[in-house]
């Protein structure tokens, strides 16, 4: 509902905006102007959606390997000791835990089609154990915030809208988005943890976030003292070598474990191609409206607003531009792509912004989507405070993601 009530906003607000300019200002050009720019923006949304083709077939299809052979399981197995520290009310042998681990673990490579059923069974298993039907328990505020904050090992659909746009390199920003997601993660369960009085300082615990924050170490002071140019080189070998080395591990191990990996591959693709034809009317709907608000001005005028605010401070303004793909995440997911494709647009793929706004958009989650989805499926009316943990996360994801992004891509804060 929310994204409806924007959406006709930008319309309405850019029609009166117009209108103000054609009867005050003599801009006899503005609505024809308004009218080219959203039949373009229209042909741009479908041309890129057709462009995602290509790497959401191929990816789904090597993720449907992963799935085949096993993969998600040994996830599963794996990340059984540190989300059973983070689910103390349900009983140890209840299938609610399979469902929580199998959900994250799918959510981890990306499978979204698989996360989502795996998922709402989650939920209603904890609701079997929920004794307030209408109000959300302990566990399912964990599991909703931690989905709307989950860590994803590969952003696939920011590489696709990359590549789509013409990136030089398309992977560059993974490890960005990895750690911005991350310390999504991180902030999401804290806040939690709080509200729950549950102890981080588990041995399982401190082991998983130990791991990634000495991963995070050893690239920061890695990269850290390279020059901007070399850290988008390494940053990007990084990122292509693990990706293809998962691929190829999919591969290799679905042969190991005698399945077809070619048929398995087919079947994935076939999902791939459906899902990226799916998006077309999302991804018009949104870029159009965008259109129309930033034809007339309005984007402009919002942009300049936040960055004389942020000047003011003595801050660099480049990531000014961004922000807004981080202000629709919460609400839409298919919103905030339509905002990073405009920036890339009119910044470029390979800009500061456009590399931001890719990492923002992989380093958070459709909070609102999600609740409302999750909740909504067993009944729940009372989130307590499951919302405010999930707005905490995004906005500690939007702002590692700024931070990131200036780390990586060689911006300084200072103005």
Not at 113 to 138: F, H, I
Not at 272 to 289: E, K
Request: proline share 4%.
């Amino acid at each position: 509902m929310a994204l409806n009530y924007i959406w006709i906003g930008f319309f309405v607000i850019a029609f009166v905006v117009a209108l103000v300019k054609l009867i005050f200002f003599g801009d006899t050009a503005i609505f024809n102007n308004v009218v080219n720019g959203m039949f373009d923006s229209a042909k741009t949304g479908a041309e890129i959606s057709m462009g995602l083709i290509g790497i959401m077939t191929f990816w789904l299809g090597i993720m449907k390997i992963g799935e085949r052979a096993g993969m998600i399981s040994l996830f599963a197995r794996g990340m059984s000791p540190f989300f059973s520290r983070l689910f103390p009310e349900i009983p140890k042998n209840h299938p609610a835990n399979g469902s929580i681990i199998m959900n994250f673990s799918a959510n981890m490579l990306g499978l979204d089609n698989a996360a989502t059923p795996v998922g709402l069974k989650a939920m209603q298993e904890m609701q079997e154990l929920n004794p307030e039907k209408d109000t959300a328990s302990n566990a399912q505020i964990m599991f909703l915030v931690l989905n709307t904050a989950g860590i994803t090992l590969i952003p696939t659909g920011v590489i696709a809208v990359r590549m789509a746009n013409g990136a030089a390199n398309p992977a560059d920003v993974f490890i960005p988005c990895l750690l911005g997601t991350f310390v999504s993660f991180l902030a999401g369960m804290i806040a939690v943890a709080v509200y729950q009085k549950i102890n981080l300082l588990q041995l399982p615990i401190l082991a998983f976030f130990g791991f990634f924050i000495a991963i995070m170490s050893g690239l920061y002071f890695w990269l850290g003292s390279l020059p901007p140019d070399q850290i988008q080189v390494y940053a990007g070998l990084l990122g292509g070598f693990i990706i293809f080395s998962l691929i190829t591990l999919f591969v290799v191990y679905g042969a190991a474990k005698k399945i077809n990996v070619y048929e398995a591959f087919i079947d994935g693709a076939k999902e791939g191609f459906s899902t990226s034809v799916m998006i077309i009317p999302f991804l018009i709907a949104i870029l159009v409206a965008i259109s129309a608000f930033r034809t007339t001005g309005c984007m402009d005028y919002v942009v300049n607003a936040i960055g004389s605010l942020v000047a003011l401070f003595g801050l660099d303004t480049s990531f000014v531009p961004a922000l807004p793909v981080g202000l629709m995440k919460t609400l839409s997911g298919g919103g905030a792509r339509g905002l990073m494709v405009d920036v890339m647009t009119t910044y470029g793929a390979d800009s500061f912004q456009g590399r931001l706004a890719s990492i923002i958009q992989g380093s958070s989650e459709t909070t609102f989507y999600v609740l409302a989805v999750y909740f909504g499926s067993v009944g729940i009316k009372k989130p307590r405070y499951a919302l405010m943990c999930g707005l905490i996360a995004d906005l500690a994801g939007l702002i590692a993601a700024i931070f990131l992004a200036y780390l990586f891509f060689g911006h300084t804060i200072q103005a």
